[in-house]
């Protein structure tokens, strides 16, 4: 099975400061890779999808980059609504796997 | 608009049974690969099952093989998921969720419906 491992597993950073979140796939997955947003008692929003598009209706400050094992997740500028939990998966190979989720705050 | 409304969760016992519904709107149900997905509290994702269109294919992660069975019916535009020798490992929130290309790729969720095993 794939592994995701995401990093750090805590963020704290303030509103306006850019944020990037990194993901490690423990084996190749071309572009097979989503980011997702997750508030507190909510359902997770797809973000960015085949690790470098913008879903529709998904702010520009959002944007993911990255192809093969290792990808990356960016907040250009921190707004106060982006406290969530983020987390990326792969579904090039079964079973598809998440990352354990990047914990994102505001100070 | 996508909407994905499971319901079917509860309190069941070790070892017992239930079903999870998930009535989906707002696009052609038949044109897409369906998931589960659960979240044990405070845990993160973990995926269950998939469900091609026309229910030629059917995956599911290894813990639940055996246990858990995915289904469809098209005419009703809903998406099942039968769960018998529930285990206290069991208990999360389950997720329906659309698929936008083959297994995994998942661009609509569902709110969830919370499963609890427990004696």
New interface residues.
Partial sequence: DIQMTQSPSTLSASVGDRVTITCQASQHISN?L?W?Q?KPG?????LI?EASNL?TGVPSRFSGSGSGTHFTFTISSLQPEDTSTY?C???DN????????TRLEIK | EVQLVESGGGLVQPGGSLRLSCAASGFTFTSYGMNWVRQAPGKGLEWVSYIRSSSSTIYYTDSVKGRFTISRDDAKSSLYLQMNSLRDEDTAVYYCARDRYSYGSIDYWGQGTLVTVSS
């Avoid at chain 1, 909510?42 to 797809?46: D, G, Q, T, Y």
């Fill in positions: 097979s989503n997702y997750q909510k359902a997770p929003k797809l999808y879903e987390y998966q792969q579904y079964l079973p598809p796997a998440f990352g354990q989720g």
